[in-house]
């Protein structure tokens, strides 16, 4: 039988099949997916072939194989850092939700999360939540990081996901469509997701005051059917997002901004760092290219970890 991954907890999997039930399976013995070295090696959104098992009077699926995945969206596992974790696969869109404050959205966080999604060909759509709270200057810093985002070729959207401003707007770009929502813990997915779909009652949590940090209300990525031809994933709440397996010489190309100039440098493997006569520095001193993005990128370049930079 062929099926669909909707929810994970590490050692069972809740699978759609293709005739529309939903089975509980486990993974056939040890199970590896090729090259990836992951700590979980079946993701949400894994299309998978399973067949069923009848123990006692319980029927359980098993796992066999995992068919090839359109794409997928890792990050570095928690537990072991040489191990990574993948939060979903076969993806048309990823939401990332941002918010200055409540938590803080530092576009270091950002910068990595679309490197990420540009490696593995996921677009990405940035949405501003919260605009109801924030003082006349932070809308202006709202939009200075709109217009930044924008013009590298990004969607961004300002929304209320409390009062449901923009949610129509979210909801158009979602039809037919498989998308994951991601942020930090408290950003306000779960509220978005319940806007979308008042039925779904997902967990939300109130931020914590001690330390503004979100508190995390979902564990496991999940995926749900919407009413309106639609898949959501929603995601645990993510602190830092550590990039994977990418060579140095490779990241300056999901820059979409680096990739647009590279030709023009003096050297083909310029790392835009100390090489005379780079494109992409003498951009950044025109300021065609944000000071946040390059900083972001020497970050990853050197290996730094994620550093709480706007």
Excluded at 14 to 39: A, D, L, M, P
Excluded at 94 to 102: A, D, G, I, Q, R
Aim: proline fraction near 3%; include cysteine; hydrophobic fraction near 35%.
């Amino acid at each position: 039988m062929n099926g669909t991954v909707y929810k994970s907890t590490g050692s069972w999997y809740t699978v759609k099949s293709s005739e529309g039930v939903f089975y509980e399976c486990r993974i056939k013995g040890k199970f590896r997916t090729q090259g990836i070295k992951s700590t979980n090696p079946v993701a949400v959104g894994d299309m998978v072939e399973f067949e069923l098992e009848t123990i006692g009077d319980e029927t359980v699926g098993i796992i066999s194989a995992i068919q090839d995945r359109k794409n997928y969206i890792v990050r570095k596992s928690v537990k072991l850092s040489k191990q990574t974790h993948i939060i979903a696969a076969n993806l048309d869109q990823v939401f990332l939700l941002v918010t200055l404050n409540n938590p803080p959205t530092f576009t270091s966080f950002i910068d990595r999360f679309l490197v990420t999604a540009e490696a593995y060909d996921i677009p990405v759509v940035l949405l501003f939540n919260k605009m109801d709270v924030y003082s006349e200057e932070e809308r202006f810093e709202v939009a200075w990081l709109m217009d930044l985002y924008t013009k590298i070729g990004y969607t961004c959207l300002q929304i209320e996901a409390k009062q449901g401003k923009n949610v129509d707007k979210v909801r158009e770009l979602m039809l037919g469509k498989t998308s994951m929502f991601a942020g930090h813990s408290g950003v306000g997915k779960s509220t978005l997701v319940n806007a979308l779909e008042p039925g779904l009652q997902l967990k939300t949590a109130e931020i914590s005051e001690q330390h503004m940090q979100g508190q995390h209300t979902t564990t496991f990525a999940e995926m749900y059917d919407l009413s309106f031809d639609a898949r959501i994933i929603d995601t645990p709440g993510i602190k830092g997002f550590g990039i994977v397996d990418m060579e140095k010489e490779e990241i300056g190309d999901y820059f979409p901004e680096f990739f647009a100039l590279k030709s023009e440098c003096k050297f083909n493997n310029c790392l835009h760092l100390d090489e005379p006569k780079c494109a992409i520095k003498e951009a950044l001193e025109r300021d065609e290219i944000a000071a946040s993005r390059y900083r972001s990128y020497v970050q990853m370049i050197t290996g730094e970890e994620d550093q709480t930079y706007r």
